[in-house]
């Protein structure tokens, strides 16, 4: 290699060791503000209650801004809902709240013993519930339905069409939620340093392949 040419390529890959560096440095520095968000919440006046977890490496703090939750669970009564892929919404990079919705729906079918009289009978219970949560408003419903027929009378009908009795109960209601910020856990990252001694070893590897290959 001529001398005017090695300068030239020192100067360059010095040059490209430098970006190299930067530019992990830059991306350590950014990471390193990423960390996964544990929240708590409460439905006033309720026993509902939950968490969720939210990764917020996404957020840029500009305008409204939604992250999917990755982890969480609404308690309510005996009953629990899986929160993962509910939205979480950020204005400003501050938490407004979240948009999660759900329902639980079971049927049960029993037969009476054949002796009772004007048995055997044909029994069906159904309930059904639903509920919403908007930012930091709950809203929730529910129906359950009693029904019964001689058993006879629906073989023959093929369908539960005529309900001999419906005794039924329902519930509707709202309520505001709170949230309650417990934990911050930082994303772990690779240490910028760490990364640009990487990216430093790399680029000398390539200057001692290039030298050998001169050489020859």
């Given at each position: 290699?001529?001398?005017?040419?090695?300068?030239?390529?020192?100067?360059?890959?010095?040059?490209?060791?430098?970006?190299?560096?930067?530019?992990v440095s830059l991306v350590g520095v950014d990471k390193?503000?990423?960390?996964?968000?544990?929240?708590?919440?409460?439905?006033?006046?309720?026993?509902?209650?939950?968490?969720?977890?939210?990764?917020?490496s996404s957020l840029t703090g500009i305008g409204f801004e939604e992250i999917a939750v990755s982890e969480g669970r609404l308690e309510r009564w005996?009953?629990?809902y899986n929160l993962a892929g509910a939205t979480a919404s950020f204005e400003q990079?501050?938490?407004?709240?979240?948009?999660a919705s759900g329902h639980y729906s079971v049927m049960n079918e029993y037969i009476s013993p054949p002796d009772e009289p004007g048995g055997p009978f044909y029994w069906v219970y159904?309930?059904?519930?639903?509920?919403?949560?908007?930012l930091r408003y709950?809203?929730?419903?529910?129906e359950t339905v009693y029904r019964y027929m001689n058993y006879q009378s629906?073989?023959?009908?093929?369908?539960?069409?005529?309900?001999?009795?419906?005794?039924?109960?329902?519930?509707?209601?709202?309520s505001d939620v709170s949230y309650t910020l417990v934990n911050t856990e930082p994303e772990p990252v690779p240490e910028p340093l760490a990364a640009g001694g990487t990216a430093l070893a790399l680029a000398g590897l390539t200057w001692l392949k290039h030298k050998k290959k001169m050489a020859a």
């Open positions: 290699m001529s001398q005017k040419l090695r300068p030239r390529l020192g100067s360059a890959i010095a040059s490209t060791i430098l970006s190299l560096f930067s530019a390193a503000q990423a960390a996964v968000l544990t929240y708590n919440f409460q439905v006033e006046n309720s026993s509902h209650s939950g968490f969720f977890k939210l990764n917020n005996d009953k629990y990079g501050v938490f407004r709240g979240l948009y159904e309930s059904y519930e639903s509920w919403s949560m908007g709950f809203s929730w419903s529910h629906y073989i023959d009908d093929g369908l539960l069409i005529v309900d001999s009795y419906i005794p039924y109960s329902r519930g509707w209601g709202s």
